[in-house]
């Protein structure tokens, strides 16, 4: 369908861990895009990659676009307390977006 | 950035009764906007795609004539929900395209509970 598939579902990690969830398509993406939802939040957008191997970084979070641009990545370094919620992948489908299932992360301090 | 306000934030209403959710860019103009369902602990569902001036289109397996939207202006789509029933008792969400239509920007949401 027009999911995509993402893992882990959830992370448990110590506070100074690094954390990486990682997004699957069986079709080619145009473009992948990254949110944040906190907890009783709302989903706040992180990132869109668009080129095969594109690698960007934002402070200790980086994100990774396949060579196959069929799979993306978001891994944080040293999680610390405000890394804490969920992260979703999202694909663009002609301009509509289809959400993967979300990793929840929580970090004890 | 873009803001998007989402009211109500919460609804409680009786089975049978409708409730409409009001979704409303703030400082920019979007002609689509996006209204997403999401339950406890799980992923955003589309629901349908909100166009100012046409009839909105909806994902497969959601009634129309059940979650009517309309997007009468360039700043305002709105979702009621028609004769709703416990089952409908979800977290409804709503998202417009950015300017550039490269990101969304979502409402804080509409948690509805149908008595």
């Known amino acids: 369908g027009q999911q995509v598939m993402q893992i882990p579902q959830y992370q448990h990690v110590q506070e100074g861990e690094d954390f990486t969830t990682y997004c699957n398509s069986s079709?080619?993406?145009?473009?992948i895009q990254w949110y944040k939802q906190r907890p009783g939040g709302h989903p706040v957008f992180l990132i869109q990659l668009v080129k095969s191997g594109e690698v960007k970084k934002q402070k200790r979070l980086t994100f990774q676009f396949g060579e196959a641009k069929k799979n993306s990545s978001l891994h944080i370094t040293a999680t610390q307390t405000t890394d804490v919620g969920t992260y979703f992948c999202a694909r663009d489908n002609f301009n509509k977006f289809y959400f993967g299932s979300g990793t929840k992360l929580n970090v004890k301090p | 950035g873009a803001v998007v306000s989402q009211h109500p934030s919460w609804v409680i209403c009786k089975s049978g009764t409708s409730v409409k959710i009001e979704c409303r860019s703030l400082?920019?103009?979007?002609?689509?906007m996006f209204w997403y369902r999401q339950f406890p602990k799980q992923s955003l569902m589309l629901m349908a795609t909100s166009n100012e001036g046409s009839k909105a289109t909806y994902e497969q397996g959601v009634e129309k004539d059940k979650f009517l939207i309309n997007h009468a202006s360039l700043t305002l789509s709105t979702l009621t929900v028609t004769s709703a029933h416990p089952e409908d008792s979800s977290f409804y969400i709503c998202s417009a395209l950015g300017r550039n239509n490269e990101k969304l920007f979502f409402g804080s949401g509409t948690q509805l509970s149908v008595l």
């Open positions: 079709t080619t993406l145009s473009n």
């Open positions: 400082d920019f103009q979007a002609t689509t």
